[in-house]
């Protein structure tokens, strides 16, 4: 057994190289004496399996980030990180959350297993270990967890598809120990929600995981209207966010979770601000002050948005009333809107 963990950091540096698989599973076995599951180890190497070992929470930690296994065998009790925070801090990362974790300890009391079942493991056995029983138990889970990978494979070809025609996903995992955690997104989502909320994955923005809770039970109904929008201004760009479908239940996180597919989708304005310049031959900024009348912001607004005092903002509109022949910002206001609805039909004032 002393080889296999001397192979380990080659392993570590050409991961790429050395992981087939195509033709094999990659097991990671993780327990602080490994010289105890010599019997095991060689078992499913000679069954075709690869095997990676990990003598520590930490390492296994690395290890599964960096390896991405196919399977995990856990000991539960070992010292500093057992294995219930092992898996669970497994479970809490996006690219781990999918692995199936076999406990194996030699604890039975019930407890320990509820224990181990609760921190996400899909199933245990008891020491001393039997390798045809463990081979036989990761056959299960490891079919489970194949069309399970081939499931998301396909969703998530279908999800980025969208990101080329400026739809962007995710995924928010409601309910459960992973309530309200962001579990999947494309890029463009990742940059989108950066941009406007300036948070990354796993935090759901506080805004968008509100209104996700405020509608999911009426969204999760048959044949239930979709409920309301969700949608936030960046200046003349708009993110809205409709909630698309439950994706289904996640198991793995706990009873009552489920997963929600979010679709978004970045609108922006200043195509609507050109055609206002062009229209009434007015200058960049003055378009952009008609633009922020058109959207119902007083002149003090206006100064905020584009950074400028009330006093420039009204030199401004004076300007625009003097162009478009009125003598009021409703009259202003009317006129544009009727130009870039013959221009612009989608435009929402």
Same mark, same amino acid.
């Given at each position: 057994?002393?080889?296999?963990?001397?192979?380990?950091?080659?392993?570590?540096?050409?991961?790429?190289?050395?992981?087939?698989?195509?033709?094999?599973?990659?097991?990671?076995?993780?327990? /602080?004496?490994?010289?105890?599951?010599?019997?095991?180890?060689?078992?499913? /190497?000679?069954?075709?399996?690869?095997?990676?070992?990990?003598?520590?929470?930490?390492?296994?930690?690395?290890?599964?980030?960096?390896?991405?296994?196919?399977?995990?065998?856990? /000991?539960?009790?070992?010292?500093?990180?057992?294995?219930?925070?092992?898996?669970?801090?497994?479970?809490?990362?996006?690219?781990?959350?999918?692995?199936?974790?076999?406990?194996? &300890? @030699?604890?039975?009391? &019930?407890?320990?297993?509820?224990?181990?079942?609760?921190?996400?493991?899909?199933?245990?056995?008891?020491?001393?270990?039997?390798?045809?029983?463990?081979?036989?138990?990761?056959?299960?889970?490891?079919?489970?967890?194949?069309?399970?990978?081939?499931?998301?494979?396909?969703? @998530?070809?279908?999800?980025?598809?969208?990101?080329?025609?400026?739809?962007?996903?995710?995924?928010?995992?409601?309910?459960?120990?992973?309530?309200?955690?962001?579990?999947?997104?494309?890029?463009?989502?990742?940059?989108?929600?950066?941009?406007?909320?300036?948070?990354?994955?796993?935090?759901?923005?506080?805004?968008?995981?509100?209104?996700?809770?405020?509608?999911?039970?009426?969204?999760?109904?048959?044949?239930?209207?979709?409920?309301?929008?969700?949608?936030?201004?960046?200046?003349?760009?708009?993110? &809205?966010?409709?909630?698309?479908?439950?994706? @289904?239940?996640?198991?793995?996180?706990?009873?009552?979770?489920?997963?929600?597919? +979010? +679709?978004?989708?970045?609108?922006?304005?200043?195509?609507?601000?050109?055609?206002?310049?062009?229209?009434?031959?007015?200058?960049?900024?003055?378009?952009?002050?008609?633009?922020?009348?058109?959207?119902?912001?007083?002149?003090?607004?206006?100064?905020?948005?584009?950074?400028?005092?009330?006093?420039?903002?009204?030199?401004?509109?004076?300007?625009?009333?003097?162009?478009?022949?009125?003598? &009021?910002?409703?009259?202003?206001?009317?006129?544009?809107?009727?130009?870039?609805?013959?221009?612009?039909?989608?435009?929402?004032?």
């Amino acid at each position: 057994m002393s080889s296999v963990l001397d192979s380990v950091p080659t392993l570590d540096r050409k991961l790429d190289h050395t992981l087939d698989r195509a033709n094999s599973d990659v097991v990671l076995i993780v327990d /602080d004496v490994p010289d105890n599951l010599s019997v095991l180890h060689d078992a499913l /190497d000679e069954s075709g399996y690869t095997v990676l070992v990990a003598t520590s929470g930490e390492a296994a930690l690395s290890r599964a980030r960096q390896a991405v296994p196919d399977i995990v065998l856990l /000991d539960a009790m070992m010292p500093g990180m057992d294995g219930f925070e092992v898996a669970k801090r497994l479970k809490a990362m996006a690219e781990t959350a999918h692995i199936p974790i076999i406990f194996m &300890t @030699g604890l039975t009391e &019930t407890e320990h297993l509820v224990a181990a079942l609760e921190a996400g493991g899909v199933d245990y056995v008891t020491k001393p270990i039997k390798p045809k029983e463990v081979m036989a138990r990761m056959g299960v889970h490891l079919q489970g967890a194949r069309r399970a990978r081939q499931e998301a494979r396909q969703a @998530g070809q279908a999800r980025n598809a969208l990101d080329a025609f400026g739809y962007a996903s995710i995924t928010v995992r409601m309910g459960g120990p992973g309530d309200g955690r962001l579990i999947w997104q494309t890029p463009l989502a990742r940059d989108l929600l950066m941009r406007y909320y300036g948070t990354s994955a796993p935090q759901t923005p506080e805004a968008v995981l509100n209104w996700l809770r405020r509608h999911q039970a009426e969204a999760g109904r048959e044949h239930e209207l979709e409920p309301p929008r969700l949608a936030v201004e960046l200046g003349p760009r708009r993110l &809205t966010f409709r909630l698309h479908r439950h994706t @289904g239940d996640a198991g793995g996180d706990g009873e009552g979770a489920s997963d929600w597919l +979010v +679709v978004m989708r970045e609108i922006s304005d200043d195509a609507v601000i050109e055609a206002m310049s062009l229209s009434f031959k007015l200058t960049a900024r003055e378009a952009e002050v008609l633009y922020w009348v058109i959207k119902g912001k007083i002149n003090r607004d206006i100064a905020g948005i584009l950074g400028a005092s009330p006093a420039t903002v009204k030199k401004h509109l004076e300007h625009v009333y003097a162009k478009l022949g009125v003598e &009021t910002r409703t009259a202003a206001a009317g006129m544009a809107l009727n130009r870039i609805r013959q221009l612009h039909p989608q435009f929402e004032a």
